[in-house]
């Protein structure tokens, strides 16, 4: 098995560490899949750090988003994890896609966007509805800056309606969440794999 795939996991949390984040706990799960097929994977809770809202790679006056963009842009694969509030994705994960959107005006050496041949999945989890929702918005903004979407690219937890229980506090995995976050782990490693040993061409 080839070693070489590393990964980036962005967990757009609005809970600033050290507390406790069911989105961290599903994501880890992912991290911990991915180990298994030989991808190495480094972790950012976004919250931590100061992303200035813009579309520019650098917005200048304690930007810390140009640490991240850096492993962005060294990593086969991103994880984007965030919770669901009010049935969307958190303004955190809104502010990554965002400063995403500065890459659609770079190019490697072959003259093609830069984030070609990287892989991109989600993770989603929420005591309420909208994990398909953000699903959707999250894979046509990903795809768009060039990331390819694996199939069946997300693992994702939805609570009872108006519940209270969070996945964190879940005493066991749910074994279909379990089984998919398998799947994605195997998948999006796949994809990468392919990606990486068969590149994009260049159209001109």
């Not at 080839?2 to 609005?14: M, P």
Request: glycine residues 6%; proline residues 5%; negative net charge.
């Amino acid at each position: 098995m080839d070693q070489t795939l590393t990964a980036v996991a962005l967990n757009c949390t609005l809970k600033p560490s050290p507390a406790e984040s069911s989105t961290d706990v599903l994501a880890g799960q992912l991290i911990a899949e991915l180990a298994h097929h030989g991808v190495t994977t480094s972790s950012f809770r976004v919250v931590d750090y100061d992303v200035k809202p813009g579309v520019e790679a650098d917005m200048g006056d304690g930007d810390q988003w140009p640490q991240i963009r850096e492993q962005v842009l060294a990593a086969d694969i991103l994880v984007l994890a965030t919770p669901t509030w009010m049935g969307h994705m958190t303004s955190i994960a809104q502010r990554v896609l965002e400063r995403l959107d500065a890459e659609l005006s770079e190019q490697d050496d072959l003259g093609r966007p830069i984030l070609f041949d990287k892989v991109a999945c989600a993770v989603i989890v929420g005591n309420e509805d909208g994990a398909h929702q953000i699903s959707a918005e999250l894979f046509q903004a990903l795809n768009d800056v060039g990331f390819t979407i694996p199939a069946q690219g997300v693992t994702y937890w939805n609570g009872e309606a108006m519940g209270s229980i969070d996945y964190k506090d879940l005493d066991e995995t749910p074994e279909q969440v379990a089984t998919t976050t398998k799947s994605v782990a195997a998948y999006v490693a796949h994809l990468a794999r392919v990606t990486k040993q068969n590149p994009y061409p260049a159209v001109s």
